[in-house]
C-alpha cells in the first residue's frame, strides 16, 4: 500500500473538522437608517438569536447610513441584510426576516427545535 504524505495544512482542516464548531455565532445585521423596516428586522434578529442559539451568539448591527465604509467593505448591496460570518462558509441573507424557515435555509445555520414556515 502506497503512504501519501500529507501537509501541515490538511492535518489541520481534518483536525478542526474532526472537533466541530467551536465557538460562537457570529452574525452581523446590515441596516438602514431609524426605520421601521430596520426596527422590525433588529427584533427579528435578536429573537432569532436568542430562540434558535440560547447566548451562543455575537451579532453587531451596522448602519450603512453611518458606517458606509463597512457596508462597502461587507459587499452590501440591500438592506435588510443577516450575514454569517462564523462557522464558515460565510451567507448571507437579504430582505426581510419575517419567515424564519427561510431565514434559517438561506444562513444554512442548525436549528435546535423545529420552526414554523
Known sequence: ????????????FEKAAAVGRKGKYVLK?????????????????RHLCEVEFQGDYDLEVIDVYQQPILARDGQIIATPTLVREFPPPVRRFIGTLENTARLMIGLDLQTRRKTRP
Not at 438602514?32 to 433588529?42: F, H, K, Q, V
Open 29 to 45: 445585521l446590515y441596516v438602514a437608517g431609524a426605520t421601521d423596516r430596520s426596527r422590525r428586522a433588529l427584533e427579528r434578529a
Open 1 to 12: 500500500m502506497k503512504r501519501v504524505r500529507t501537509g501541515r495544512a490538511t492535518r489541520a
